[in-house]
């Protein structure tokens, strides 16, 4: 079975919307946080200080598998890592993945024009996650 490791850097390295990210750079960024699941499902956590956390998914999964990931990923994140806020820039042009977040427990916050293109901003906070779960 291939090392974590291997899984992460070539889940970065052959998403499709990288930008030219290099997996072994972003694994070496620290308070960087992936999270994976045995069937090369990947959930990275880009650590932007004071407990929030940019989330991006790599999922070979689809449906409820996926769902159920990213939610264990964020659960993991919430009570393993002390994040506080957790939030996605999800491209317009990927409506599955909006649909991924909306159903994970994240809020639109809007649209932004970023420099690779137009998003849609989602968060989840951790009262707002622990209210959702009680």
Known sequence: MASA????????DTAPLNRGL??????A?????????VNGDVVLFDN??????????LF???GRMALDHAR???????EDYGATLIYAMVPVIRPE?????RWAGMRSAGLRDMKFGLCELFVLSKFQWKVARS
């Open 5 to 12: 490791h291997k899984i992460i850097t070539e889940a970065i």
């Open 22 to 27: 290099k997996g072994v750079d972003w694994l």
């Open 29 to 37: 960024h620290d308070g960087n946080v992936p999270v994976t699941f």
């Open 48 to 57: 932007e200080g004071d407990g929030i956390y940019a989330i991006h998914v």
């Open 60 to 62: 070979k999964s689809r």
């Open 72 to 78: 264990e990923a964020i659960a993991t994140m919430f």
């Open 97 to 101: 993945v909006k649909l991924l977040a």
